[in-house]
């Protein structure tokens, strides 16, 4: 499991009852070397993130499904990937350019569909598996129906409208391009976070938060594990964003330059 893995993977990968072992955040030469140290009868499954919150950075899932043997799998927490990448929306499965029945990926409703809930996109064989044998699922309240039939509609709308994702794409690239502009360095990842670090052992969130908020700009503090990092102030780009919105956030951050780095 990739270090920075969502604390739900981590939770997941206890549940399994074997052996757990670490890799390097997106550091496939650490997986790999932990991957050749398993006996030639293991059945190894790496979990990981598509696209981690925390920063936005996208998961190696190509490299990391190669090196994994025939009988291994692949477990992808898709959350904040899907409804936002590849050139379906199918997310950061499709964006890697992989497929393989061995490849599993959990989705959230709550962020791009908008809803509530969540699925797992796998095979018919394992997805009746799941059905069937897990505690977790049978024993759970099915989602309502109109969140049902709501979840249905808004991934027809994004099968059939990708104005919604071309307007994501512009104004995260807006926002990084000023960003960068004013001197603000910013990673090139194809993701709408956009993480900025507190510079200074004697800054802290909550004063940044207070400065941005005198700007017009509310910072929601990340609390939960698999967050933001520690010191670091965190914005998801929305497609509804307007561009005033847009660049008041820009010259908010620009003008606390002093206090923030990108991370």
């Given at each position: 499991?990739?270090?920075?893995?969502?604390?739900?993977?981590?939770?997941?990968?206890?549940?399994?009852?074997?052996?757990?072992?670490?890799?390097?955040?997106?550091?496939?030469?650490?997986?790999?070397?932990?991957?050749?140290?398993?006996?030639?009868?293991?059945?190894?499954?790496?979990?990981?993130?598509?696209?981690?919150?925390?920063?936005?950075?996208?998961?190696?899932?190509?490299?990391?499904?190669?090196?994994?043997?025939?009988?291994?799998?692949?477990?992808?927490?898709?959350?904040?990937?899907?409804?936002?990448?590849?050139a379906n929306g199918r997310g950061s499965v499709e964006h890697a350019g992989v497929c393989s029945p061995r490849i599993v990926q959990s989705v959230t409703l709550?962020?791009?569909?908008?809803?509530?809930?969540?699925?797992?996109?796998?095979?018919?064989?394992?997805?009746?598996?799941?059905?069937?044998?897990?505690?977790?699922?049978?024993?759970?309240?099915?989602?309502?129906?109109?969140?049902?039939?709501?979840?249905?509609?808004?991934?027809?709308?994004?099968?059939?409208?990708?104005?919604?994702?071309?307007?994501?794409?512009?104004?995260?690239?807006?926002?990084?391009?000023?960003?960068?502009?004013?001197?603000i360095e910013v990673p090139e990842t194809p993701s709408p976070v956009v993480a900025v670090r507190i510079a200074g052992e004697k800054a802290s969130v909550k004063?940044?938060?207070?400065?941005?908020?005198?700007?017009?700009?509310?910072?929601?503090?990340?609390?939960?594990?698999?967050?933001?990092?520690?010191?670091?102030?965190?914005?998801?780009?929305?497609?509804?964003?307007?561009?005033?919105?847009?660049?008041?956030?820009?010259?908010?951050?620009a003008g606390l330059k002093e206090t923030v780095t990108a991370t």
């Amino acid at each position: 499991i990739d270090q920075r893995a969502h604390a739900s993977l981590v939770d997941a990968a206890r549940m399994l009852r074997c052996s757990v072992a670490m890799f390097r955040h997106r550091d496939c030469a650490d997986l790999e070397r932990r991957l050749r140290r398993l006996p030639q009868t293991s059945r190894p499954i790496v979990l990981t993130d598509g696209l981690f919150a925390r920063d936005g950075a996208i998961a190696p899932l190509a490299e990391q499904f190669r090196l994994i043997s025939r009988r291994g799998w692949l477990l992808v927490d898709d959350a904040h990937g899907f409804g936002v990448l590849g050139a379906n929306g199918r997310g950061s499965v499709e964006h890697a350019g992989v497929c393989s029945p061995r490849i599993v990926q959990s989705v959230t409703l709550s962020k791009a569909v908008g809803v509530f809930g969540g699925a797992v996109l796998t095979t018919g064989k394992l997805a009746s598996h799941i059905r069937f044998r897990s505690r977790l699922f049978g024993g759970s309240t099915p989602m309502p129906l109109p969140l049902a039939a709501a979840a249905i509609e808004a991934l027809r709308v994004l099968r059939s409208d990708k104005t919604r994702r071309r307007r994501l794409w512009a104004n995260a690239s807006r926002v990084k391009a000023a960003l960068r502009g004013a001197g603000i360095e910013v990673p090139e990842t194809p993701s709408p976070v956009v993480a900025v670090r507190i510079a200074g052992e004697k800054a802290s969130v909550k004063e940044l938060n207070r400065r941005l908020r005198a700007r017009g700009i509310y910072s929601a503090p990340n609390r939960y594990p698999g967050g933001a990092p520690v010191g670091c102030c965190r914005f998801v780009i929305s497609s509804e964003h307007s561009p005033d919105q847009l660049d008041r956030l820009v010259s908010a951050i620009a003008g606390l330059k002093e206090t923030v780095t990108a991370t």
